[in-house]
């Protein structure tokens, strides 16, 4: 505990536009948001003390109890099942002596589940005060709380394995490893920072849309916008404070790309915001950033220092007059929705990350109503590719609608997970056969909100024309079971992301996580299997990515695996319902009468 | 002076000023497309998604769309009604609704709309959450189990500075709406009737007050929602 909170306040300039940066300051100093802490600052940015519990309350990270000295974020994703999350968990509630949601009587450790910390490839995996632990064991939960009892702080804890590359670097000090099994001729390829900014600055805006927009070149968030549009869009809306904004969030589960890219080329990250700020005519650019890669604050913040020495932000970018162009970086605090972009710049604007009614677009009304372009870490990587090597060299590699690379993370059951950057049009089968999978039951593509398929469909085409993927691929071992292992902890990941706003989302997400847990017990009936086609239906009218998406991994898998379904649920049933427990429903009856 | 362009809900000829909301510009040429969230004069929110209507054949809710000369509007298609009519069931089903006790039954938007679309049992399993009443305020009764999230009473009301007393709270199925014990302290009397007769269900209630039109002779109790808008 270090500065107080009017302090910390102050420090914002009582901006309540700020909250994000004054919750998180004060969650990381005091280990809470206590109901009177809410008051203090509601009073002091004079704002209704509702407006700052709506968005303390709405993110993962932010708790009004104290979580403990030691606070255990352990992933709760498909992979790390996979990958025995289940025994460590376990090991961690022994030891602890706390089950998972609470904090041990003494105060010491708080045990919490957490959606995908962006790990995949060396599960299971935790966060612990801000630092990564990675490919935990039972063992290894153990050994952590010893050190916890024993008042080790959280760098002792860690040790000094650090993963390779810059994960080692002083400034960083990870256990994380980055894994990049595949360099490709984009993201990947020799890069001497600060090139593009020079041969930009001898280039017109326009021209360097141009550039860009001749590349075909589009979002590889996974909606696949073209860049070059959202940027002559931005470019024209009138005004003359623009922003740029980095989308790091990086929640979609499977996916940990952006965080590799981060750690070893964050140089081109910032490089990229910069050409989209000159082509844009935008002087400011924010860095969202996911609360669980705040381990990469120190080192990021340095690279942005040294950006600034090396005249690639600043005033005067390139020693060019009036490219000014600099970068701040904007934590979230535990929240996939603030991935889709107006929530993002919701949630930037110190608010619970509800997406918004569009249109108006961000590139018409975004950050604090000001055009804002939203592109993707990836996107931005290989614009600065773009600008150096031109239209044509892009367009060389790749499908007919995809041109360029694609970065993708491999998780699940292979022999060799990582980051492989493939130019598009690599099928399934190619990639399989790359990571070294065999015996694959399922591939799931794009992550929850895309699809899962089966072999059948092995000879489909990563691209945006067939298998479109914001480059998340997990793959699913024959031992798995698909609708208990998978489908049921997608539907819940889903359930508790939503923000809750559309009616279809809040309550289907939620019914349909029940009806399959009704499945997965077999008690559930045929009707309610037919029911989810409707249901899918009803959600492709929610305002969202995420409400649109949500129930995709019921309806792919029981598109692509029926038989799975038809195990659980088997025909002919009668009227009767599978589900009905008549010693249950009469338990209370039975209790009071004997 | 706005603009008077010329576009087409379901085929029928309407006439509205260029960039107004499309959902009251449908009301002004008498077409009603159901909603709940939507609350004239407050700014749209687009959430309870009842709205959607097909624009140049593109979903968007009918309620956050502005017009524009030529466009097509599908409105009252099969598909979008029995999309309402699953909304309507849903928000039922989501939380607990008893309408004979309910004092806003007749007055209830949400009803009125179950009545509308002839709503049975719904096809959607009831969730049967546990939703409190809170009863601190002196003058507001908040029923969570009625509370259909809408965002009107976070939308509309507001004090003379502008600051709000309802918020969300949490997110997807735990929402809840939160009252501001602070800005709500001193609230009038007129603010208060404001924020239950916006509310479309029974969530919102003044205190010590009630069924001062007597069943029977309530908004819905004769006539369907939405049967004075269409012509």
Aim: charged share 25%; with cysteine; net charge neutral.
């Amino acid at each position: 505990m270090g500065r107080t909170i009017p302090a910390i306040i102050d420090a914002y300039h009582r901006d309540p536009s700020r909250l994000m940066d004054i919750l998180i300051d004060i969650q990381w100093d005091r280990g809470c948001l206590s109901d009177w802490t809410i008051d203090q600052i509601a009073k002091i940015l004079d704002i209704p003390r509702v407006d700052v519990e709506q968005t303390v309350s709405f993110y993962h990270f932010f708790s009004k109890e104290p979580r403990g000295k030691y606070t255990v974020y352990l992933n709760d994703s498909v992979v790390a099942g996979f990958a025995g999350r289940e025994a460590v968990k376990r090991a961690f509630e022994e030891a602890a002596g706390c089950s998972f949601g609470s904090v041990s009587p003494d105060r010491l450790i708080g045990l919490f589940d957490t959606a995908c910390i962006g790990m995949s490839d060396q599960e299971p995996a935790a966060l612990i005060n801000e630092q990564v632990f990675p490919s935990l064991t039972p063992e290894k939960a153990r050994r952590l709380v010893q050190g916890m009892r024993a008042g080790l702080d959280v760098e002792q804890l860690k040790g000094t394995d650090y993963g390779d590359g810059q994960n080692a670097n002083p400034l960083v000090r990870s256990l994380v490893r980055n894994s990049i099994m595949r360099k490709g001729e984009v993201i990947f390829s020799p890069y001497a920072p600060g090139r593009s900014l020079h041969k930009i600055a001898s280039m017109t805006p326009q021209q360097v849309i141009a550039v860009v927009t001749a590349s075909t070149h589009r979002g590889r968030g996974g909606a696949g916008f073209p860049t070059g549009l959202k940027w002559e869009l931005a470019r024209k809306s009138p005004g003359d404070v623009k922003y740029i904004f980095c989308n790091a969030d990086e929640g979609e589960p499977g996916t940990f790309k952006d965080r590799v890219i981060l750690t070893e080329l964050p140089m081109l990250v910032f490089e990229g915001m910069a050409v989209a700020g000159y082509a844009v005519g935008a002087r400011k650019g924010i860095l969202y950033l996911r609360n669980e890669y705040r381990y990469l604050r120190a080192y990021l913040e340095h690279t942005l220092e040294e950006m600034r020495r090396l005249g690639f932000l600043g005033p005067l970018v390139a020693g060019k007059a009036g490219f000014e162009f600099d970068v701040k970086i904007q934590f979230g605090a535990g929240s996939y929705v603030c991935g889709e972009e107006s929530a993002l710049i919701e949630s930037a604007e110190g608010k619970r990350g509800e997406p918004r009614d569009r249109p108006p677009f961000p590139v018409a009304k975004g950050y604090l109503q000001k055009p804002t372009v939203v592109n993707n870490v990836e996107t931005l990587c290989a614009v600065v590719k773009i600008v150096l090597n031109g239209g044509p060299w892009y367009t060389a590699m790749g499908t007919k609608e995809s041109k360029g690379t694609k970065v993708i993370s491999v998780s699940g059951d292979c022999r060799k997970p990582g980051v492989y950057e493939i130019a598009w049009g690599f099928t399934v089968n190619d990639l399989l056969s790359e990571v070294e999978a065999d015996d694959v039951q399922a591939v799931q593509v794009g992550g929850p909100s895309g699809s899962c398929i089966g072999p059948k469909e092995f000879d489909r085409v990563l691209a945006y024309e067939d298998l479109a993927t914001g480059g998340s691929i997990i793959i699913i071992g024959k031992g798995r079971d698909l609708v208990r292992d998978v489908v049921l902890n997608f539907a819940r990941f889903f359930r508790e992301e939503s923000c809750g706003s559309c009616v279809p989302c809040r309550a289907l997400t939620a019914m349909s996580q029940v009806v399959l847990e009704r499945i997965a017990a077999g008690k559930a009936d045929r009707s309610e299997l037919q029911a989810f086609a409707g249901w899918a239906g009803i959600m492709q009218k929610n305002r969202c990515g995420l409400g649109q998406t949500a129930l995709n991994p019921i309806v792919t898998t029981l598109k692509n695996f029926p038989q799975v379904y038809d195990a659980l649920v088997p025909e002919g049933n009668g009227p009767l319902k599978r589900g009905f427990d008549l010693a249950a429903a009469v338990a209370d009856y039975d209790a009071a009468t004997r | 002076m706005p603009k008077i362009v010329a576009f087409r809900i379901d085929g029928k000829p309407c006439q509205a000023a260029a960039g107004s909301q499309l959902i009251a510009a449908a009301t002004e040429n008498g077409v009603y497309i159901p909603t709940l969230c939507n609350y004239p004069g407050i700014p749209p929110k687009g959430s309870c998604r009842i709205c959607t209507v097909r624009i140049n054949g593109r979903l968007a809710t009918a309620c956050t769309s502005r017009v524009m000369a030529e466009m097509e509007v599908q409105a009252i298609t099969p598909e979008l009604e029995e999309f309402r009519a699953s909304v309507v069931e849903i928000l039922f089903a989501e939380g607990n609704h008893l309408c004979p006790s309910c004092e806003k039954s007749g007055s209830c938007e949400r009803q009125a709309l179950g009545y509308r679309y002839h709503m049975t049992p719904p096809h959607f399993a009831y969730a049967f959450p546990e939703r409190g009443v809170e009863a601190w305020h002196p003058k507001i009764l908040k029923d969570h189990n009625r509370c259909i999230l809408c965002k009107r009473c976070i939308r509309g009301i507001r004090d003379e500075h502008g600051k709000t007393f309802f918020a969300f709270r949490r997110r997807a199925d735990r929402l809840v709406i939160n009252i501001d014990p602070e800005t709500s302290r001193d609230v009038s009397d007129e603010l208060v009737r404001q924020a239950t007769e916006m509310c479309p269900v029974g969530a919102i209630l003044r205190k010590e007050k009630g069924f001062d039109v007597p069943i029977g002779k309530r908004r819905f109790d004769r006539r369907p929602i939405g049967s004075d808008i269409t012509t």
